[in-house]
């Protein structure tokens, strides 16, 4: 982490990165599996494989532009301590029968959005919208075409079949000093976590 920062990574990037890692070690989930079955099944059968998603980093800094500081700080906060207490894989897999038109990354991504309302917007739904509208592109200049989403994306990607969508307004990043956001945040979750560690000896020292 401290290495993609020191080369200007997007702090959310590399804390969402390592988010997935996490949850990939601890419930034996593989973020992105069935893509990589698909591009093996591809090759097999010598398909042209087209990669139709936005690129991760425009959508990684976009979802990262679009958030205040003050939600900035906690979503840090929020991946870096829940990251910690991630429910068993029966757990994960009892929600997510619960939730048929969801997939293990879109149930985290809609829990995070209860706090951060713009994570679905940007993860999500300009996606859909990316993915409909390349896929609909792809689909027109082939006579047959798979296509491999994930299961969280496909109501989406219906509701925005053959709509106009300004792909261009999808790709724009917005303007920011990485340095000076990350150091703003690092300095605050720092006073907040030392605020939680004196609250908690003070808590500790009465009892005793």
Excluded: C
Excluded at 30 to 38: I, L, Q, T
Excluded at 114 to 121: A, G, I, N, R, S
């Amino acid at each position: 982490m401290v290495a993609m920062l020191k080369k200007n990574n997007n702090l959310f990037g590399v804390l969402y990165s390592w988010f997935l890692v996490r949850i990939a070690n601890k419930l034996e989930v593989f973020p992105g599996a069935e893509f990589r079955v698909a591009f093996e099944e591809a090759m097999k059968y010598g398909g042209k494989v087209i990669l139709g998603d936005r690129p991760v980093h425009v959508t990684l800094r976009r979802t990262w532009g679009k958030m205040p500081l003050w939600h900035k700080t906690k979503l840090v906060y929020s991946l870096l301590f829940q990251s910690i207490f991630l429910p068993s894989p029966a757990e994960v897999n009892k929600m997510l029968k619960e939730m048929d038109d969801a997939d293990m990354l879109t149930l985290v991504i809609q829990e995070l959005s209860k706090k951060f309302p713009t994570l679905m917007e940007t993860l999500v739904h300009e996606r859909d919208m990316y993915m409909s509208t390349t896929l609909l592109k792809v689909a027109s200049e082939h006579s047959s075409v798979v296509a491999v989403v994930g299961k969280g994306h496909l109501q989406g990607i219906k509701k925005h079949w053959k709509q106009p969508v300004e792909l261009m307004d999808l790709l724009d990043i917005p303007s920011n000093k990485p340095f000076f956001s990350v150091a703003k945040i690092l300095k605050t979750l720092g006073v907040a976590v030392a605020g939680v560690a004196i609250v908690s000896g003070i808590s500790r020292s009465r009892r005793n």
